[in-house]
C-alpha cells in the first residue's frame, strides 16, 4: 500500500495511518456503547488503517473478548492474516477424502489456511519454501517445494486421493498450476491475482468477505484451545517501526511480526 502497488484497491491520501490487526486494554467508551467496558482486554480490528498506534478509536462491533490464554503479541497479529486464511477455506470448502492445495503455506495467512483446512479432515498439501516444511510437518500438512515439477509432485503427495480445492496465496500462475490439475473453477480461490479471476471465473474471496468480531471470536476460541497456532517470528517496539517493515519486506518469514506499543 505505502508502495501505491494495490491503489486501485486501497486508494490512500498521505499522510496515512496504517495497520488494521489490533489487541488492548478498553480505556474510554462512548456513550451509547453497550456490550464493552473501560478495563476490557480485546481483541479487534479497525476499518480506518489505525492501529500502529499506542491509542485507537474502534467501533464496538469491531471487538471481541481476548481469552486469558492468549498472548498479546498473538492477539495482535490475529485480524488480517487470521481472517483472511479463515476466508480462502471457506470459499473452497474442504472437506475429509478430498486433498486441497495451499500455496504459499508457510507465509502469514498460509499459516492459518493451513491448519484451519486441515480441521476440515482434508489431506492439505503446502506448497512452500524449504524452511517451512517442518513447521508445516508438525502440523500435519504435506509440504511440497515450489518450482519445476511442483504439479509431479502434488499428485504424489496426493497419493490417490483426489485435489479437489486450491487456495492461491501466491500469484505467478497458481491459479493455471490448480487448472491443469483438474479443480474445478469453483474451488479454486486466489487473494493476489485478481487478473486469473477475470480470464478464468475463479473465486476471490479474502479477509473482507469474512471481516467480523464474530470470525475473530472463532479463531481466538481455537488458539485458546491450542487447536491453532501463531507462530510469532519478531516484535519491535512502536518506535522501531521502520526497522519492523525492512524486516518484513526482506521476505522470508517464518512468522507474524508485531508491534508493541
Do not use: C
Request: charged share 20%; net charge negative.
Amino acid at each position: 500500500m505505502r508502495a501505491g502497488l494495490v491503489r486501485d484497491l486501497f486508494p490512500l491520501t498521505f499522510p496515512s495511518g496504517q495497520g488494521w490487526d489490533l489487541a488492548g486494554v478498553v480505556e474510554e467508551v462512548g456513550a451509547s456503547v453497550k456490550g464493552v467496558a473501560v478495563g476490557d482486554e480485546v481483541i479487534g480490528y479497525t476499518d480506518n488503517r489505525a492501529s500502529h498506534a499506542e491509542h485507537v478509536v474502534v467501533d464496538a462491533t469491531n471487538l471481541t473478548p481476548k481469552p486469558a490464554a492468549i498472548p498479546w503479541e498473538v492477539a495482535g497479529a490475529l485480524f488480517v492474516a487470521g481472517v483472511t486464511g479463515f476466508a480462502t477455506v471457506r470459499a473452497v470448502a474442504p472437506s475429509a477424502r478430498e486433498a486441497v492445495v495451499v500455496a504459499g503455506a508457510g507465509g502469514g495467512v498460509g499459516v492459518f489456511a493451513t491448519q484451519l483446512a486441515l480441521s476440515t479432515g482434508a489431506r492439505v498439501i503446502a506448497l512452500a519454501g524449504e524452511s517451512h516444511h517442518a513447521w508445516l510437518r508438525e502440523r500435519g500438512a504435506i509440504p511440497v517445494a515450489y518450482g519445476d515439477g511442483a504439479a509431479e509432485r502434488i499428485t504424489a503427495a496426493a497419493e490417490g486421493t483426489p485435489v479437489a480445492a486450491f487456495i492461491d496465496l501466491v500469484g505467478h500462475g497458481y491459479v493455471e498450476l490448480a487448472l491443469a490439475l483438474g479443480v474445478a473453477k469453483d474451488r479454486i480461490d486466489t487473494i493476489v491475482d485478481f487478473p486469473a479471476t477475470q480470464r478464468y471465473g475463479v473465486k476471490f474471496e479474502g479477509g473482507a468477505a469474512a471481516a467480523s468480531a464474530a470470525t475473530l471470536a472463532r479463531l481466538a476460541e481455537a488458539i485458546a484451545a491450542g487447536n491453532l497456532v501463531v507462530p510469532i517470528q519478531r516484535t519491535y517496539p512502536l518506535d522501531d517501526v521502520r526497522a519492523a517493515f525492512t524486516e518484513l519486506e526482506a521476505g522470508h518469514t517464518a512468522g507474524k511480526i508485531v508491534l508493541i506499543p
